[in-house]
């Protein structure tokens, strides 16, 4: 008989921390469920905040673009084009101005030699200056050929 009451004895204790140990379980269980639903309820509103600001950035851009656009061409010419597309053509113009500075530069001194049959143009330049009376080549040209910068 001693056995059963120490064996009884035994499995009291244990069953009564197995339901000590479910308490506390249940409690974290509560705990964590509790922090769950508010965890989802933060979601929620920040999901909601991502799709408010989402709107707010669609229409700062329209509106960023627009007056951008609107500086750039009024008569919206360049709306439909592409930062690619307009970087071509910002190659273009640049291409067709050194054109056309080289064209007329090359033009007056076709003139000067008509007008001046004995003018020198040894070492004459587009790209020159005139300083102290004499040609020489800009301290900024000088500097981009020395670190090897090619204008073209």
Do not use: W
């Amino acid at each position: 008989m001693k056995i059963s009451f120490d064996d009884y004895k035994n499995k009291y204790a244990l069953q009564k921390k197995l339901i000590t140990d479910l308490e506390t379980t249940e409690a974290k269980l509560a705990d964590v469920v509790k922090e769950r639903e508010a965890l989802l309820v933060r979601v929620k509103e920040l999901k909601e905040k991502i799709s408010r600001l989402e709107e707010k950035l669609k229409y700062a851009e329209v509106t960023l673009i627009g007056d951008e656009e609107k500086k750039a061409g009024p008569a919206g010419v360049y709306t439909e084009c592409s930062r690619a597309e307009l970087i071509t053509k910002v190659f273009e113009v640049k291409g067709s101005m050194l054109e056309a500075a080289s064209s007329q530069f090359h033009n007056a001194v076709a003139q000067l030699r008509i007008l001046n049959s004995e003018l020198i143009v040894e070492g004459l330049d587009e790209d020159k200056e005139v300083r102290d009376g004499r040609i020489v080549t800009p301290q900024n040209l000088e500097l981009f050929i020395l670190l090897g910068f090619s204008l073209f």
